[in-house]
């Protein structure tokens, strides 16, 4: 008989006797008691240096045209938004409603100090000037969104988002949901235990329920260190723009096709050092943002020649 038969066969007989031996075990009705086992002995799984996550070639950058400059704006010191024939400007407490053709006041608004405590960016939605505002520095951290009157500036409604994975620092609408920065610090108004890597993307319903959420990607998060995205908003294009804190760079990304990180497809130079800002949905690709010397600036950002 060949080896290998003979072998196949043990090997079957053996299966077969410690089936009949296991199917022969008394079954008892219930579990039996036993003598509880030692502690085992504690594992060691050493932090070590992971292999790094592979990340796509440098995206291109482009340059903007700046069109024109308000100096001498009040409350140009945390954002501009504009719609139509006028220009809004905001710091803190206070906004302000201009004339686009020669940059007079038409209005202004003055908040409780109490109540309001760090208006970011706003944007013109609906007739609604609405505006993320949080309590930045303080902690914990919560936000709300606060609705103006674009023509009065009278205070009209609050939605309160409490405490989220950050700080509210600007928001805006495409396809039907709102979307929403949540930024995070590394030293000032930052959260213990967190730092300007969990700065997130959040998308929510039209009851400001969290439906899906993003991060953003190294090329980004390096360029805003160690604060993060005051100011950002949707292109016409479909794409998402966003500005750091400081650096005067547009950072455009875009949706991954797959899993939680934001793509970075491209940069555009600008003349504003990020802060709060707008496009204005009444032009061809302009925002509306502030600089230093209490200015707002008014940047076209021609289509990018990039395959999303």
């Known amino acids: 008989m060949p080896r290998t038969l003979l ?19 008394d079954r008892p009705k219930v579990a039996q008691p036993a003598e509880s086992r030692p502690i085992p002995p504690l594992a060691s799984y050493p932090r070590r240096v992971e292999r790094p996550l592979l990340q796509p070639p440098a995206p291109p950058t482009f340059a903007s045209v700046e069109l024109r400059r308000y100096p001498g704006i009040r409350e ?29 006041k038409l209005a202004e608004w003055a908040g409780d100090p109490t109540l309001f405590v760090h208006l970011n960016a706003c944007l013109v939605h609906d007739a609604r000037l609405m505006c993320a505002h949080s309590n930045f520095p303080h902690l914990p951290m919560v936000s709300s969104i606060e609705v103006f009157d674009p023509l009065t500036l009278a205070h009209v409604d609050s939605v309160s988002l409490g405490e989220q994975s ?3 620092t600007w928001i805006d609408r495409k396809d039907g949901a709102w979307w929403a920065l949540f930024a995070n610090y590394n030293e000032r108004g930052g959260q213990p235990g967190r730092d300007h890597t969990a700065t997130t993307l959040v998308r929510f319903d039209d009851q400001w ?16 260190a160690p604060t993060s995205s005051s100011g950002g908003g949707w292109g016409d294009d479909g794409l998402l723009y966003i500005s750091g804190h400081d650096a005067p760079e547009l950072y455009v990304l875009a949706l991954p096709e797959a899993g939680s990180v934001l793509r970075h497809v491209a940069t555009v130079n600008v003349g504003f050092e990020g802060q709060g800002w707008a496009w204005d949905r009444t032009a061809d690709r302009e925002i509306w943002s502030i600089a230093s010397g209490r200015t707002v600036v008014v940047t076209h950002v021609p289509p990018l020649p990039i395959t999303r």
């Open 166 to 168: 950050g700080s509210l």
């Open 209 to 224: 329920r969290r439906t899906e959420s993003w991060v953003f990607p190294p090329s980004v998060l390096e360029r805003l």
């Open 7 to 25: 072998a196949a066969i043990l090997f079957a007989a053996f299966a077969l006797g410690c089936a009949a031996d296991a199917q022969g075990q």
């Open 76 to 104: 140009a010191g945390q954002g501009a938004a504009a719609a139509g024939k006028d220009f809004f400007a905001v710091v803190n407490t206070r906004l302000g409603r201009y004339a686009k053709a020669d940059g007079a």
